[in-house]
């Protein structure tokens, strides 16, 4: 029987890539383990065909349905990615047992997301690891429980305090709804207990933050961590998207290092008002862009959300792509000089290994976090401030683009991220920290023993 490890991505493009570039890794460390990825797959999604991830057939890919929760059963957009994994766990109690009968299953990763399958991987004493596609910073913070209380203390201290993680003020980092803080504090007491946390970054990156992780510092239990394993930059340039053709036709057009990419990850949208204040900043700015625009509703056309004779103004300067570009691609041509994003990890690498310094503008999920580590410690970004109202107005946006690429500044910046495309290189390089990790980790794998499932009370 063949040695498998078994992926669990959550739900989620980037955290599905992300997990198949980890399989690919995998497999060039040791390609002797066959890997089997579960895609967690909810009613009424769209099934990615797994031609789209570019593998050979050492990889296999299973759907696990997952069942719809009854209504009103989540408050909040995350809880409820919380509860569809859940629902998914008989499904996957059957799929993971008939994976036992033809294999050596020796090891499951589960996405951190995913921590509610904990349930069935324990019951069926599998080997579980996490894998955290975000950085080692944002992980300090999930973990590290006592910020709750922290949070909620009326003192004059106004700063939080984390290890591995720079210090914040508490308004810099909000309180999360009761429903979440519950949530975080299980993802944090089972990734504590678990065989071992594999996390998408690198040691010239985030130094300090693993350091505070592989000393204990940031879990429940500080005496007894699990052991954490860097192994990235990890990657993912998907093909064959549509406009890919124009975006990158349109760059070979332009001079070098001149053009500013703005997107905003699988998820960012923006109502009329703020795409029409970065229309304004855009052209305040004079700088060449390629801007990836997602607006509130599909049903608006370009026409409708900016300015009007935008699109004609800037037909020489600049670039609109509706909803989706290949972002990865564009970032590694050689006309892109800088990036507005909003701080999602897989971008921020992507940001890294090109070499292109960022301005940062936090949506949604750990981004803010992300945010403090790229411009506070990194130094490899300019933030981006928001008004009082919640927008970013075109002033503020058109000053900072302008600055990325057209300053002393800017120039700092972009030669502090060339640095972190050279580290992030030599770390998967052989002999490099996350080459070593990755070989630590197969070893470990080779070691487990998995032999219960098939066990008749199981
Ligand atoms: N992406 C893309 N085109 C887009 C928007 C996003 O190719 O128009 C890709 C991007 O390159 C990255 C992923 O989708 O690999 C988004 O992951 P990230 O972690 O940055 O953000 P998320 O979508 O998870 O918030």
């Not at 503008?361 to 109202?389: H, T």
């Amino acid at each position: 029987m063949k040695d498998t490890i078994v992926l669990y991505p959550s739900i989620g493009r980037g955290h599905i890539f992300s997990m198949v570039e980890l399989g690919k890794l995998i497999l060039t460390h040791n390609p002797s383990f066959s890997i089997t990825i579960l895609i967690p797959t909810p009613p009424n999604s769209t099934t990615i065909e797994a031609t789209t991830f570019g593998c050979d057939s050492s990889i296999t890919f299973h759907h696990i349905p997952i069942p719809q929760p009854p209504s009103g059963t989540a408050v909040s957009p995350l809880s409820l990615i919380f509860h569809l994994t859940r629902n998914g766990n008989h499904n996957l109690h059957h799929v993971l047992q008939s994976i036992s009968k033809t294999s050596n299953l020796k090891a499951i990763v589960l996405d951190f997301l995913n921590y509610t399958a904990n349930e069935v991987t324990t019951t069926l004493d599998i080997p579980t690891f996490y894998y955290y596609t975000s950085g080692a910073a944002s992980l300090c913070v999930l973990l590290y429980s006592k910020i709750i209380k922290q949070r909620k203390t009326e003192d004059s201290c106004n700063y939080l305090e984390i290890p591995g993680f720079p210090r914040i003020s508490k308004e810099e980092l909000p309180s999360y709804p009761e429903e979440l803080e519950n949530i975080f504090r299980d993802i944090s007491a089972n990734m504590s207990d678990c065989d071992g946390i594999i996390i998408n970054t690198f040691n010239a990156a985030e130094e300090r933050s693993i350091k505070a992780l592989q000393e204990g510092s940031c879990f429940p239990d500080e005496s007894n961590p699990p052991p954490v394993f860097c192994i990235g930059p990890v990657i993912s340039v998907p093909g064959g998207e549509k406009d890919e053709n124009e975006c990158l036709s349109w760059l070979e057009s332009q001079p070098s290092q001149s053009v500013v990419l703005l997107s905003f990850g699988s998820l960012g949208r923006f109502s009329k008002t703020q795409l029409k204040e970065i229309a304004i900043g855009l052209e305040r700015s004079e700088q060449r862009f390629l801007w990836v625009v997602r607006s509130e509703s599909d049903e608006d056309s370009l026409e409708d959300l900016l300015p009007e004779g935008f699109l004609d103004r800037t037909k020489e300067k600049g670039m609109v792509v509706r909803n989706w570009a290949p972002q990865a691609k564009i970032l590694s041509h050689d006309s892109v000089g800088g990036f507005v994003t909003h701080c999602g990890w897989n971008s921020v690498l992507e940001a890294f290994s090109e070499g292109v310094p960022m301005v940062t503008w936090p949506l949604y999920a750990e981004q803010n976090l992300n945010r403090v580590v790229l411009v506070k410690e990194m130094k490899v970004a300019l933030a981006l401030e928001e008004s009082e109202n919640g927008i970013v107005s075109a002033t503020e946006l058109g000053d900072r683009v302008k600055e990325l690429m057209d300053s002393e500044k800017g120039k700092e910046i972009r030669e502090r991220v060339l640095k972190m495309k050279v580290s992030g290189v030599e770390a998967r390089s052989e002999g490099g920290s996350s080459y070593v990790a990755m070989n630590r980790l197969i070893q470990l794998w080779k070691e487990k023993d998995h032999l219960s499932v098939l066990s008749p009370n199981t």
